[in-house]
Structure formats: structure tokens, C-alpha cells
């Protein structure tokens, strides 16, 4: 299995209504990992319907055995993708016409009482992730894996670039016990033997992540500063340029035996 840490540049606005606030709908700074999941992988390793009509089409797929796309085609390909994390970001926020629907509001012509300005009288504000925003994400996978340049995501199918770097195994250390993790976690997707200690919440659906967190367990370390690791990280570098290397992030501490609906599947096995 090998470790691959990704960046993912936005190129267009990506909107997802995490929080509907009246007319606001805001997007989390965060990426979900299994709507990124869908978006990297859809093609190669998850099924795609050809088309889907009545209740199956606004159902939630992502651990239902019964669909045929499911995230647990990725937990049989030995596939992890993990959250994104905001490297730099910044928003936009846009005004948009909404749906003249009866459990919105009252379709009303202009000139009628509430409607006395000249426009619509139903409308929203999306509160989007701008173009040129950067985020990073870790992928544990096997070394035949094959990974999107290019994918799109959100509401609008927003266009992103992916570059991916594979971390060298001889750089990595798998340890055991108490740790800190600063890259947000998917609890679901967590093995039972590793306990979450202490956390900060992100809630945005369909599952609320995790950041900071201080966990038990298993896990896998690689930094830069390592002594016992100084020739070897020395000699990765000297296949990198520049900015690839300083995209990497200091320190990597991440939790090993994730997968898909880890919690989930544990709980009602």
C-alpha cells in the first residue's frame, strides 16, 4: 500500500449548501472525503448508473450495499481517500434566482404587495469556495492506483486540478498509541481499535468530520526533520522541484485501517 498526498487547486467556484441560513447558503471551508471520493474515483473504480429516476435518484448511495454506486467498491480496491484540508482559501458570494415553489414561497408578479421592487421576490445568495483556492488531501492506496488529473465536484461541477506526489514507504514509520493528528478525519471511517481523545467538530453533512484530534491507536508518521530518516528524505527530494517538495507539510501523522463506514459496518455487524 502506498501513501499519496495530493493538492487540489480549485479552477472554478465550488458550492455546496452545507448551512441554509434564510436566503444564505453557505459552503464549508472543508471537502468531504466521500464526495471527493465519488469525484476521484467514479469513473475508474465506482459504477455510474446510466440514469436513475424516482426515490433511488434522491437517495444517499455511499455505504447502501443494495446500489450499485457505493464507496465500498473503494474499501474492496483497498482505496482511502481523506478529507481536504484548506490550504488557502477565499469565498465569492452570489445572488441567484430560486425556484418559484409552493413550499418556498408564493409565486408573485412585480407591482404586487412584497414584490414592489423590481426583482424577483424569491432569490438566495450562495456563498461559494473562489477560484485559486488550494486544499491538500492523503490517498492510501495501492501503487497501481490511478488518480484524476483533473475532477469535478460540487453543486455547479466545479473543475479542479489534482496533483499527486507518492510518499516513499522507506520515509514512512508506523507506530502505535497516543497522537495528534492536524488533517481532519472521517469518524465513521475510523477502525474500532483507534479512540478519538480529544477533538475539534466540523459539522456539515452527510458526516460531521473531525479536526485536531488526539487519538489512540495505529498510525503512520513522515517529517521532513526526521534524523533517522535524513538520507532518505534527502534523496525523495531530489525527485521533486521545488514546489512540489514545499507543498508538503512538515509532519504527517495519520491513522492506519481506515476505510469506508469502518464505524458503521463495525456497529451493525
Known amino acids: 500500500m502506498a501513501l499519496y498526498h495530493c493538492t487540489l487547486t480549485l479552477h472554478d467556484n465550488v458550492f455546496f449548501a452545507t448551512r441554509e441560513m434564510g436566503i444564505l447558503y453557505?459552503?464549508?471551508?472543508?471537502?468531504?472525503?466521500?464526495?471527493?471520493?465519488f469525484a476521484l474515483f467514479t469513473i475508474n473504480?465506482?459504477?455510474?448508473?446510466?440514469?436513475?429516476?424516482?426515490e433511488l435518484a434522491q437517495k444517499p448511495t455511499y455505504l447502501d450495499t443494495n446500489a450499485e454506486q457505493n464507496l465500498l467498491h473503494l474499501n474492496q480496491a483497498e482505496i482511502y481517500v481523506f478529507p481536504a484540508q484548506p490550504i488557502n482559501w477565499s469565498y465569492q458570494i452570489n445572488t441567484f434566482k430560486a425556484a418559484q415553489v409552493g413550499y418556498y414561497g408564493k409565486?408573485?408578479?412585480f407591482g404586487d404587495k412584497g414584490a414592489d421592487k423590481n426583482y424577483p421576490i424569491n432569490y438566495g445568495r450562495a456563498k461559494e469556495l473562489a477560484i485559486g483556492s488550494q486544499y491538500r488531501t492523503y490517498i492510501i492506496a495501492p501503487d497501481t492506483i490511478k488518480i484524476a488529473r483533473w475532477i469535478r465536484l460540487g453543486k455547479w461541477a466545479a473543475k479542479i486540478r489534482v496533483e499527486a506526489i507518492k510518499i516513499p514507504d522507506?520515509?514512512?514509520?508506523?507506530?502505535?498509541?497516543?497522537?495528534t493528528c492536524l488533517h481532519p478525519l472521517n469518524p465513521l471511517d475510523l477502525p474500532s481499535d483507534t479512540q478519538i481523545l480529544l477533538y475539534n467538530r466540523i459539522v456539515m453533512p452527510p458526516v460531521s468530520l473531525v479536526s485536531q484530534a488526539q487519538l489512540h491507536g495505529a498510525y503512520l508518521v513522515a517529517k521532513k526533520n526526521d534524523e533517522h530518516k535524513k538520507d532518505e528524505w534527502q534523496a525523495f527530494k531530489s525527485t521533486l522541484n521545488p514546489t512540489q517538495y514545499q507543498q508538503l507539510p512538515e509532519a504527517i501523522n495519520?491513522?492506519?485501517?481506515?476505510?469506508?463506514?469502518?464505524?458503521?459496518?463495525?456497529a451493525t455487524a
Do not use: C, D, M
Not at 473504480?45 to 440514469?51: A, D, F, L, V
Not at 495519520?254 to 463495525?266: C, Q, R
Open 45 to 54: 473504480y465506482i459504477p455510474q448508473p446510466y440514469r436513475l429516476q424516482g
Open 107 to 109: 409565486s408573485k408578479q
Open 254 to 266: 495519520l491513522p492506519t485501517g481506515v476505510f469506508y463506514g469502518a464505524g458503521n459496518i463495525t
Open 26 to 37: 453557505e459552503t464549508e471551508k472543508y471537502l468531504h472525503n466521500w464526495g471527493l471520493s
Open 170 to 179: 522507506n520515509v514512512i514509520q508506523h507506530k502505535s498509541g497516543n497522537y
